[in-house]
């Protein structure tokens, strides 16, 4: 409560506590001129809260912006799945989007060659789901084993505390997986004009559930309604000395004028006898559903019309975790979704605390009832004098049995450390290949190329040689005339590389080797 002054209304200046006081300006001293008193607690409680002002940022996606709206349903899916989001054509839903860079410093400047995070809450009667995705729709790995060696590479040197292509080449050229998202990092969707002008995905393969308990496989995308629009690699570092918080600017400036940037929700479906049947795994990350045999089918809107009183409150403090679903969607074997239940909610707890989910822009708007207790920061009551173990004789909580979820169906009783590369899992070329190939035109090839020329350019040290060609062999096999021209565009020895390439077993099947 805050107090007020008479009649005014103006409010007292207070101590965190709400002790009215005088002196914020000067510390009490023994004379004008002599030491300070310890007793002047005023300047410790100013001094203590600036020196933790800043939470620890996160390790990824550290610097964003977000912004609230509605969720609006404009089609029935109701026969895939019984979340009440989408219950009815019309249903509106408040929720919060944040956008991201990922390798990136909370310092760091938006327009840098980076993947863009796109997380979503959405608060729903069931409790909040939060969708965590990208604006691309498969990733550099599929083993969440690997993330943190991943991440580690996209961040600084251990050495020169500098970034390092490096590090980040000589990576993914030992992991082919990658492939299919570092060409897609390496055209222009790696540097999007501003969040409104690119696309948005959920990335792993989720599930729906529908009443008669029956479980599809689902991707989830947002297709922006304002148009793609990317940045070229120069335009992009122009724009970075000129105004590095160019996509936040744009972002705000665009809801303050009242031009709501909106998407438009889609679905792929997979059924369990398609999953089985797939060419590729379908719960791989560095895979996609090709539109063609799996078709969009609308859902939704997102508009987002409003912007956070206090980005601190309501931004830096957002907390998204993909274990956040609702009744009606869940899990699917994706390896690193699986990885990814695990450590959201953990990173979210060292960051924020214990209690990071009542958080006001965390806290469900509904009903919230378990027997969670205490922590740092509590501040809901804690659950006054009621039981904090269940069963109990005295509380009136139940289990509602109808928001039981149906079994999963599991192709394997076999608990082992599979190898990533086995059969049927180590087609690391077609896809980037078919997107190099099929979906991109002649500038976007000729900017892909340049894009990727620019990029391994600045790998160093005595491994240099061995690094671009181990890369090279990937970009052959995904695309001959990428790879051409990426090697013509380093200076390499084509005709060596190729001989080389040719005593090399690849990975990709025979007939798309130089497809």
């Not at 404009?74 to 026969?79: L, S």
């Not at 840098?112 to 809450?121: L, S, V, Y």
Request: hydrophobic share 35%; net charge neutral; with cysteine.
């Amino acid at each position: 409560m805050s107090t007020t002054n008479g009649q005014d209304k103006k409010l007292k200046l207070t101590t965190a506590s709400g002790r009215p006081y005088v002196e914020h300006e000067d510390t009490m001293s023994v004379g004008p001129r002599g030491p300070l008193l310890l007793q002047d607690y005023i300047l410790h409680e100013k001094m203590a809260h600036f020196n933790r002002e800043r939470i620890p940022e996160r390790v990824v996606h550290a610097k964003g912006t977000g912004a609230f709206g509605t969720f609006t349903v404009t089609h029935d899916i109701t026969k895939y799945t019984k979340a009440k989001i989408f219950s009815k054509i019309g249903k509106e839903t408040r929720m919060l989007i944040r956008f991201s860079t990922v390798g990136g410093e909370k310092g760091s400047a938006d327009t840098e060659r980076d993947p863009r995070g796109f997380a979503i809450k959405f608060y729903t009667e069931d409790g909040n789901w939060d969708l965590v995705g990208n604006n691309t729709p498969v990733f550099f790995i599929k083993d969440a084993k690997k993330f943190s060696d991943f991440i580690h590479t996209q961040k600084r040197d251990p050495e020169t505390n500098l970034k390092s292509p490096t590090m980040i080449w000589d990576f993914w050229s030992l992991n082919p997986e990658s492939l299919h998202q570092v060409l897609i990092l390496m055209s222009d969707r790696g540097t999007p004009d501003g969040h409104r002008h690119m696309d948005g995905f959920g990335s792993h393969t989720f599930s729906l559930i529908n009443s008669k308990n029956e479980r599809v496989w689902v991707k989830f995308h947002f297709k922006t309604a304002q148009g793609i629009k990317n940045f070229t690699n120069e335009s992009a570092a122009a724009m970075r000395g000129i105004d590095p918080d160019y996509s936040q600017r744009d972002l705000v400036e665009a809801i303050k004028k009242g031009d709501f940037p909106k998407w438009a929700m889609k679905i792929q479906v997979m059924t369990a006898e398609q999953a089985k049947n797939f060419r590729w795994n379908p719960f791989d990350l560095t895979k996609i559903w090709p539109h063609s045999e799996f078709p969009l089918i609308d859902v939704g809107v997102m508009e987002l019309n409003e912007m956070p009183e206090n980005y601190f409150a309501q931004v830096e403090q957002s907390a998204f975790a993909p274990a956040h679903v609702v009744d009606g969607i869940g899990y699917s074997p994706d390896k690193m979704l699986q990885g990814r239940l695990l450590s959201y909610p953990d990173a979210h707890r060292y960051r924020l605390g214990a209690n990071y989910e009542q958080i006001p822009v965390n806290r469900c708007p509904f009903t919230v009832s378990n027997y969670e207790r205490d922590g740092s920061m509590r501040i809901d009551g804690n659950g006054g004098n009621k039981p904090n173990y269940y069963p109990n004789s005295f509380d009136d909580i139940f289990i509602d049995q109808s928001y039981k979820e149906p079994p999963m169906q599991l192709d394997s009783l076999v608990a082992d450390w599979f190898d990533r590369n086995g059969e049927g899992e180590n087609d690391h070329y077609t896809q980037p290949g078919n997107l190099f190939r099929n979906v991109m035109d002649d500038k976007q090839k000729k900017n892909t190329i340049h894009n990727i020329v620019a990029a391994m350019s600045g790998i160093e040290g005595p491994k240099r040689s061995d690094i671009i060609d181990r890369q090279l062999s990937h970009w052959f096999r995904a695309d001959v005339e990428l790879g051409m021209g990426i090697a013509g565009g380093l200076g390499v020895d084509v005709a060596a590389l190729l001989k080389q390439l040719e005593k090399t077993p690849s990975t990709a099947p025979k007939a798309r080797q130089t497809a």
